[in-house]
């Protein structure tokens, strides 16, 4: 016979009170509280225009691209040819770097950029039009950076440019090779929509020709980059056997090369002597590059060195020229000695030391050399301050003329195009904020996106999360084909390339809903909230497991002081 006996009322300890642990408020053990954050990537503080890089990589990441290109081009128009060209310091920068290989930026940003081209995405100006109208001279990247930035903002941009067309330095420096006609066209012709007024082949200079532009406009921007070419003392630029490097550069890019002989030396060690001597390659040229620096420390961009070398350029790098004879029909003998390249502290300064019985000779036909370049100030006339040899401007890119701003090439030494597109942005949003003074409104210039948090470092992350994979492999014309066309050398990400690149990104200091910080929380002291989270106050006591836990360092422990 089986006995019946009642269920037994579930035991609650004596310390509850409700049946529930939401009593017991662990949060008076803390000593510190766990916090969300929004923090800038190391690959934000290193980018010439401070773009959000983890951001728009995530919704690459997501498939949204045209929400992904939007996000780049809150700081620069010009995703598809930067991502061509940049120097990415971001790379540099990128906390994967420490842990496998950095983050392939250039080429998802190419990507991306190249998608809104193919789909044909255009920009909008500001819905609101604002009080006030910005004469900017020069139409390279700085000048239509800052044209692009006035006109999202709502101001009348009226742009003069010298040449028979915008681009500047992009279109006249840097050969098709490097970065496609069609692809600097397209992204020039979508600012140019946005409703600025372009003038070519209009030349301003001399006192009196700025003077009229400030009286007509309620702002001027000086972008006329760096036009005056360096020269070799050891030199005589009056033979037909010399030429400037942004010269042949030009006249190469438009289709009418200088006439020069089959052997040809390029004296420099930087990107436009690289492009110097690949275009001279393409023209039949034998080509030497003569370089003051060793390989390693040579300004060019290491890929391009290496190209170089494929495409049949012979580099004597760690050496000077000294003098040049004549050979009759025999050419040139360029007399050169090995030195010891040591930087200097800025940009364009060094030392060199010549090593003793290091001589030698090069027999050429011709020499191109590719310095550098020095902004021409003579042109603005009276009433502007220099400083070493550059415009003088102050932290807000304000020139000593009143109203005047200025950027790019002739305001600095960086000598980037992503270095003049991030001057171009910033000049903007400070002639925006002078205008809104003076008309008593609103600041509406783009600020800050993040607050005042450190750069995430790699401990931030826990990498337990980011399995160790391979970066994306860059891809490159067949060396047998590049000599013959203007072909891209580097070529772009096909789609599952990109996703799967966009996968190694850790997102720093960006949060990425996973909800690692509720699912490990011991105190359940971590909530949901929509699309954010929140830390509930009594309960957390201070573990930190949470952020140990965060996949992408956008969280930390804040201490409190009671």
């Known amino acids: 016979m089986s006995v019946t006996t009642p269920a037994s ?42 773009g959000d890089i983890a951001e728009w990589i995530g919704l690459a990441r997501a498939r949204d691209f045209h929400g992904s290109w939007q996000v780049l081009a809150r700081h620069n128009p010009f995703p598809s040819i930067a991502g061509r060209i940049c120097h990415h310091p971001c790379e540099t920068a990128c906390n994967r770097a420490g842990y496998d290989e950095a983050l392939s930026i250039c080429k998802l940003e190419r990507f991306v950029g190249d998608q809104a081209l193919a789909q044909g995405w255009a920009f909008e100006s500001a819905a609101t039009p604002q009080t006030g109208h910005v004469a900017i001279v020069g139409g390279g990247p700085s000048g239509l950076s800052a044209a692009y930035q006035l006109r999202r903002m709502g101001y009348a941009v009226t742009l003069y440019e010298a040449s028979a067309e915008l681009g500047g330095l992009m279109r006249y420096g840097i050969p098709a090779y490097r970065l496609a006609r069609d692809v600097l066209d397209g992204e020039i012709a979508r600012i140019v929509a946005m409703g600025v007024k372009v003038h070519c082949n209009h030349h301003i200079d001399g006192t009196e020709g700025f003077k009229r532009l400030r009286e007509q406009h309620d702002a001027l921007y000086l972008a006329l980059g760096a036009t005056r070419n360096k020269r070799l003392p050891t030199l005589d630029y009056g033979q037909p056997w010399v030429c400037d490097g942004a010269t042949f550069l030009a006249r190469a890019n438009a289709g009418q090369p200088v006439t020069l002989g089959k052997r040809l030396v390029v004296i420099g060690g930087g990107s436009a002597a690289l492009d110097a001597a690949r275009s001279a390659r393409r023209l039949g040229h034998e080509v030497t590059l003569l370089a003051l620096e060793q390989r390693a420390q040579m300004p ?3 890929e391009e060195v290496v190209e170089a070398l494929e495409e049949g350029i012979t580099l004597v790098d760690g050496a000077r020229l000294d003098g040049v004879r004549e050979e009759g029909a025999k050419g040139l ?14 940009r364009g300064q060094f030392t060199l030391t010549p090593i003793e019985g290091s001589g030698f000779a090069i027999a050429a036909d011709a020499i191109v050399t590719s310095i550098g370049q020095d902004p021409d100030l003579s042109v603005l006339g009276e009433g502007f301050a220099a400083s070493g040899g550059l415009l003088k401007t102050d932290d807000q890119l304000s020139t000593s003329t009143v109203n005047v701003y200025a950027g790019g090439d002739m305001t600095s030494m960086a000598r980037f195009v992503t270095e003049a597109i991030g001057m171009g942005k910033r000049a903007a949003q400070a002639i925006a904020r002078a205008l809104q003074q003076r008309a008593a409104t609103p600041d509406t210039s783009p600020g800050s996106h993040y607050g005042d948090e450190l750069l995430v470092p790699l401990e931030a992350i826990s990498t337990f999360y980011h399995p160790k994979r391979e970066r994306a492999e860059a891809h490159l014309l067949d060396v047998t084909q590049r000599l013959q066309r203007d072909t891209e050398v580097q070529l772009g990400l096909e789609i599952e390339q990109a996703l799967a690149e966009s996968e190694r990104c850790f997102s720093c200091g960006t949060c990425i809903n996973c909800d690692n910080c509720v699912v490990y929380c011991p105190d359940m002291a971590v909530k949901r909230v929509g699309d954010g989270y929140i830390v509930l106050t009594d309960y957390c006591k201070g573990c930190g497991v949470c952020v140990k836990e965060c996949p992408t360092g956008s969280m930390t422990m804040q201490e409190e002081r009671r």
């Open 9 to 50: 009322p579930a035991l609650v300890p004596t310390t509850w009170t409700t049946g529930s642990t939401d009593a017991i408020k662990t949060g008076t053990w803390r000593a510190s509280l766990a916090k969300h954050i929004k923090a800038p990537a190391p690959c934000h503080g290193a980018c010439p225009v401070n």
């Open 300 to 302: 060019a961009q290491a």
């Open 333 to 346: 003998t360029l007399n050169c000695t090995r030195v010891a390249f040591l930087p200097g502290a800025q």
